[in-house]
């Protein structure tokens, strides 16, 4: 007895420790704190810079112009708009749709937060839902990318000036995709929240739609990167499978609807969909994580106690990315960002904090902690473990570098983006063709646009990072890099 309690104590002493370490690291040595209003403000301004299409009288971002014009037009169709996913000119809808799904929660959750940014938040919301409204026009089918991927990364250009293939990709009834289709519907329902009093009749538009889009992808299961291999692999293939998009799309519907068919269905297909599967990934191809907590917060209201193993799983997620218990699939680096492997961590950053902080909001409510074995993780605990995410972003880190692009003193500038390292139309009107491109690409000067705003890739689990655009895993920025981290950035420019 007396060596089990000595074995619980150390057990608990190092995930104590752990966490002191990873919390306190560097904050020592920097310690002005941040102004994460002006973050929250400029990681909004970002998605600016993504748009596709033509752009409205109030854009902000002036080094971008109107391009891909004519998307769709090939399948007539008009396909305009949305966003550039990253640094190409690419229109993919997977990770569009969970853009938009997690800029929607961000304001349902945080938007309280956001004081005058907020109209900013709702319109970056509406440009990415009325791309998602043309996409899922025609019943049972899904226009899932626009563009081709070999042919833009063959080139470096302006979106302005692209000449790359725009071809367009569906899901249909003989070519299944629930797993982006899924993802649609969830989008299209979480903005609909969003509108729910701000403008009903676009609310009951995306409702609507949604649950016809997820109607479709339930009716015809599979994964979109079986028929579309060639298009969207290896960019945006569903290597998670599909199932997780089902649920996720069903979880929302419920929020939206309160419909008692979405609540039955989450909850017959709890197993089949397995929903317990690796509950500590959350992004754009993984939602088990968010499916989790979501639900959670209905079990932690005392309103739905058959959700319960949702919560079990939501509790298991938080346990697994404290610092110093250890877990395969998540590291901490050095300087106390999470590390997973794979490319652009920064997306992993956000995305998991993000859920650290909802789950924490959700449990402060309802007075409550996690057990995690022989300690407990507390709201408290669980803000401050995502407050530290969120600073080393902002350059509390060992290289005292914003990862931010435009923010603090200290920041990327040679980020892998075609339109921030291009000159833009109004100091280069002149086209810049495919290759010409290249020269701008491999030199070694800052980027002449700066996009303000964009979160790159980030440094490496050594804490190490090229400021260089051939490093595009690093040095990329991406939407779903963004989207959490505006409700992030909402809530702790209210409670710095």
Same mark, same amino acid.
């Given at each position: 007895?007396a060596?089990?309690?000595? @074995?619980a104590?150390l057990? $608990?002493?190092?995930?104590?420790?752990?966490?002191?370490?990873?919390?306190?690291s560097?904050?020592?040595?920097?310690?002005s704190?941040?102004?994460?209003?002006?973050?929250?403000?400029?990681?909004?301004?970002?998605?600016?810079?993504?748009?596709?299409?033509?752009?409205p009288?109030?854009?902000?971002?002036?080094?971008?112009?109107?391009?891909?014009?004519?998307?769709?037009?090939?399948?007539?169709?008009d396909?305009?708009?949305?966003?550039y996913?990253?640094?190409d *000119?690419i229109?993919?809808?997977?990770? &569009?749709a969970?853009?938009?799904?997690?800029?929607?929660?961000?304001?349902?959750d945080?938007?309280?937060? &956001?004081g005058?940014?907020?109209?900013?938040?709702?319109?970056?919301?509406?440009?990415g839902?009325?791309?998602?409204?043309?996409?899922?026009?025609?019943?049972?089918? =899904?226009?899932?990318q626009?563009?081709?991927?070999?042919?833009?990364?063959?080139?470096?250009?302006r979106?302005?000036?692209m000449?790359?293939?725009?071809s367009?990709?569906?899901?249909?009834? #003989?070519?299944?995709?629930?797993d982006?289709?899924?993802e649609?519907?969830?989008?299209?329902?979480a903005a609909s929240? =969003? %509108?729910?009093?701000?403008?009903?009749?676009?609310?009951?538009?995306l409702?609507?739609?949604?649950?016809r889009?997820f109607?479709?992808?339930d009716r015809?299961?599979? @994964?979109?990167?079986?028929?579309? /291999?060639s298009a =969207? !692999?290896?960019?945006? !293939?569903?290597?998670?499978?599909?199932?997780d998009?089902?649920?996720?799309?069903a979880v929302w519907?419920?929020? @939206?609807s309160?419909?008692?068919?979405?609540?039955?269905?989450? =909850?017959? *297909?709890e197993?089949?969909?397995?929903a317990?599967?690796?509950?500590n990934?959350?992004g754009?191809?993984?939602?088990h994580?968010?499916? $989790?907590?979501?639900?959670?917060k209905?079990?932690?209201?005392?309103?739905?106690g058959y959700?319960?193993?949702f919560?079990?799983?939501?509790?298991d997620?938080i346990?697994s990315i404290?610092?110093?218990?250890? /877990?395969?699939q998540?590291?901490?680096?050095?300087?106390?960002?999470?590390?997973?492997? +794979?490319?652009? $961590?920064?997306? /992993?950053?956000t995305?998991?904090? %993000?859920?650290?902080?909802?789950?924490?909001?959700?449990?402060?409510?309802?007075?409550?902690?996690?057990p !995690?074995?022989?300690?407990?993780?507390?709201?408290?605990?669980?803000?401050?473990? @995502?407050?530290?995410?969120?600073?080393y972003?902002?350059?509390?880190?060992?290289?005292? &570098?914003?990862?931010m692009?435009g923010y603090?003193?200290?920041y990327?500038?040679?980020?892998? /983006?075609? +339109?921030?390292?291009?000159?833009?139309?109004?100091?280069?009107?002149?086209?810049?063709?495919?290759?010409? +491109?290249?020269?701008?690409?491999? #030199?070694?000067?800052? *980027?002449p $646009?700066v996009?303000v +705003?964009?979160?790159?890739?980030?440094? *490496?689990?050594?804490?190490a990072?090229?400021?260089?655009?051939?490093?595009f895993?690093?040095?990329?920025p991406?939407?779903y890099?963004?989207?959490p981290?505006?409700?992030?950035?909402?809530?702790?420019?209210?409670?710095p």
């Amino acid at each position: 007895m007396a060596r089990k309690s000595l @074995a619980a104590y150390l057990r $608990n002493f190092r995930v104590t420790a752990c966490l002191f370490l990873v919390l306190l690291s560097f904050h020592a040595v920097i310690g002005s704190g941040h102004d994460y209003y002006d973050a929250l403000r400029k990681s909004i301004l970002f998605f600016e810079g993504q748009r596709s299409g033509k752009l409205p009288p109030d854009q902000r971002v002036k080094w971008r112009s109107d391009s891909a014009l004519h998307d769709g037009s090939t399948v007539g169709r008009d396909l305009t708009g949305g966003y550039y996913d990253a640094g190409d *000119n690419i229109k993919f809808g997977f990770p &569009m749709a969970f853009t938009t799904t997690l800029l929607a929660w961000s304001i349902i959750d945080f938007g309280r937060n &956001m004081g005058p940014e907020l109209k900013n938040a709702v319109k970056a919301v509406k440009w990415g839902t009325d791309y998602l409204l043309k996409v899922t026009s025609t019943p049972d089918v =899904v226009y899932v990318q626009v563009g081709d991927a070999y042919s833009d990364h063959n080139c470096w250009e302006r979106p302005e000036d692209m000449d790359t293939l725009r071809s367009v990709y569906k899901i249909d009834g #003989s070519h299944p995709g629930s797993d982006v289709a899924g993802e649609t519907a969830a989008a299209l329902a979480a903005a609909s929240i =969003v %509108f729910r009093s701000r403008d009903p009749a676009y609310s009951r538009l995306l409702l609507n739609r949604a649950v016809r889009v997820f109607d479709f992808a339930d009716r015809h299961r599979g @994964a979109y990167s079986g028929s579309l /291999h060639s298009a =969207v !692999c290896p960019f945006y !293939c569903d290597v998670n499978g599909y199932q997780d998009e089902l649920l996720w799309g069903a979880v929302w519907l419920h929020k @939206a609807s309160r419909k008692r068919k979405y609540r039955e269905y989450v =909850v017959q *297909n709890e197993v089949i969909l397995h929903a317990g599967d690796t509950i500590n990934e959350f992004g754009w191809d993984n939602k088990h994580a968010g499916i $989790n907590v979501l639900i959670s917060k209905e079990v932690l209201m005392g309103r739905a106690g058959y959700f319960e193993s949702f919560k079990q799983n939501a509790d298991d997620f938080i346990c697994s990315i404290l610092p110093g218990i250890s /877990h395969p699939q998540v590291q901490y680096s050095p300087g106390g960002l999470i590390f997973k492997a +794979g490319g652009s $961590n920064m997306q /992993h950053v956000t995305s998991l904090s %993000f859920l650290l902080l909802a789950y924490s909001s959700y449990l402060s409510h309802a007075n409550k902690v996690v057990p !995690c074995g022989e300690t407990t993780a507390s709201p408290g605990l669980l803000k401050e473990l @995502a407050k530290r995410q969120v600073d080393y972003i902002l350059g509390d880190n060992p290289l005292r &570098m914003s990862y931010m692009v435009g923010y603090g003193s200290r920041y990327p500038q040679r980020i892998h /983006h075609r +339109g921030s390292s291009l000159p833009s139309v109004q100091a280069h009107p002149a086209r810049i063709r495919c290759k010409e +491109g290249s020269r701008y690409f491999l #030199s070694p000067d800052p *980027n002449p $646009n700066v996009h303000v +705003g964009a979160v790159v890739g980030g440094p *490496n689990v050594t804490d190490a990072f090229p400021d260089s655009r051939p490093f595009f895993q690093e040095s990329e920025p991406t939407t779903y890099i963004n989207a959490p981290l505006v409700g992030l950035l909402a809530y702790f420019s209210a409670h710095p």
